[in-house]
């Protein structure tokens, strides 16, 4: 029977947040969307990690989503990341697999730096903050953050899907109606200054490289990504000592989206050989005889 995802509001530190859970196995999988996004984008992945034998768990960021927003919510990948130690704290996980996308990603990686005892394994799809943006793609990213009308997130969508069809027109309207909702062009406004001003003094790729305990990192990106490019997840792999990376073929930057079992079956087979979720362990030892 197919694991049912549920959905119910929590606290997590002062703020409050929205959570998708499925699945009741052994290790935790932490699910982190990017920007403008929220929880949703992986009810393609919950599912069938549940199946492999994971807990998992998506949230909504602060600032997106059906999470708290306005001027006084976290607006910077340290501030994120504490809001992650927030909510495992909330959530009684003491170590979990964390899968990020895009600034996700960034904020996966950061937390991992802060607190690798808390990280078994590393999962970053199309991830920010592992090299340095290059001169003024924060400017543009931080204009295109603050656009929010229907025309700017149907044309947002064309960038990052490869098959902007993806999505169904009352998905974008959904977008819309939440990236406009009470408090949502504060958020933005913040992010926006944050990516011209000050993400790049964040960057972790070589924090994260120079661990003495390395994390079991996957790098993950769209073939076809059109917003952070393939080559970034290539320089990625080399300064993070030559990790595994794989790129998706027919998709842009959302490939766990676009195509979710050519997305899914390689980071299960990856998470197999770092972790042993209960419900994996009878396959593994059968493996193995």
Known sequence: MAAGIIAYPLRAGSVQTRVLECGTGGDTAVFIHGVGARADRWRSNLGPFAEAGFRCLAID????????????????????????????????VDRAVLIGTSLGGHIAAHFACERRDRVRALVLVGSLGLVPLADG??????????????????????LVFANPGVLAPETIDEEFRINNSRGAAESFAR??????????????????????????????????????????????????HGCELIEISGTGHAPYLERP???NTPVLKFLRGVTTPQGNKERVDAGQR
């Open 261 to 263: 079992e050519a997305f």
């Open 61 to 92: 960021l602060p600032g997106h989503g059906f999470a708290d927003k306005g001027a006084d919510v976290p607006a910077r990948v340290p501030d994120f990341s504490a809001f992650l130690a927030d909510f495992l704290d909330t959530m009684e």
């Open 191 to 240: 992010l926006g200054d944050y990516f011209s001003r000050g993400i790049n003094g964040d960057v972790v790729g070589e924090r994260l490289a120079a661990l003495s305990d390395p994390v079991p990192t996957l790098l993950v990106w769209g073939a076809e990504d059109r917003v952070v490019t393939p080559e970034v997840g290539r320089a990625s792999r080399e300064l993070l």
């Open 137 to 158: 793609v924060g400017d543009l990213i931080s204009r295109s953050i603050q656009e929010t009308d229907r025309e700017s997130i149907e044309r947002k969508v064309q």
